[in-house]
């Protein structure tokens, strides 16, 4: 079973959004995890759209919680508001066991 988690609300700067992301985001991100006999085998954090400078900090927080979450998987992708992207990247890391750790910015398709 995989779990999504949204997040919303954060800074546009670099530094502010990483500090919002693990005050508020990291602890709703555990207790998924810790939920008492759920059959959870993957996490996928999906994150608002940002520029380069948010790159390394998303990154870095994918790998950590896979760490911390292993065996169950975290993943997490950057997107704009569009179901049916989510609902592809969403089967993918479902069906990728061995695929954790990683962050992934999704373009939007162009015409």
């Known amino acids: 079973m995989q779990r999504v988690v949204n997040v919303t609300d954060l800074p546009?700067?670099?530094?502010?959004a990483a500090c919002a992301f693990h005050?508020?985001?990291v602890p709703q991100v555990m207790d998924t995890?810790?939920?008492a006999g759920s059959?959870?085998?993957?996490?996928l954090?999906?994150?608002?759209p940002a520029g380069h400078a948010h790159r390394e900090w998303r990154a870095?927080?994918?790998r950590m919680l896979a760490r911390e979450a292993a065996?169950?998987?975290v993943n997490g992708i950057a997107l704009e508001d569009d179901a049916d992207v989510l609902e592809r990247c969403r089967r993918f890391f479902e069906q990728a066991p061995g695929v954790t750790g990683h962050y992934?910015?999704?373009?939007?398709?162009?015409p």
Do not use: F, Y
Request: charged share 20%; no cysteine; hydrophobic share 55%.
């Open 12 to 16: 546009t700067g670099a530094l502010e």
């Open 45 to 48: 954090i999906v994150l608002p």
């Open 104 to 110: 992934l910015p999704i373009e939007p398709a162009r």
């Open 23 to 25: 005050r508020a985001w």
């Open 33 to 35: 995890l810790r939920l």
């Open 71 to 73: 065996p169950i998987r």
């Open 60 to 62: 870095a927080a994918m």
């Open 39 to 43: 059959p959870l085998d993957s996490v």
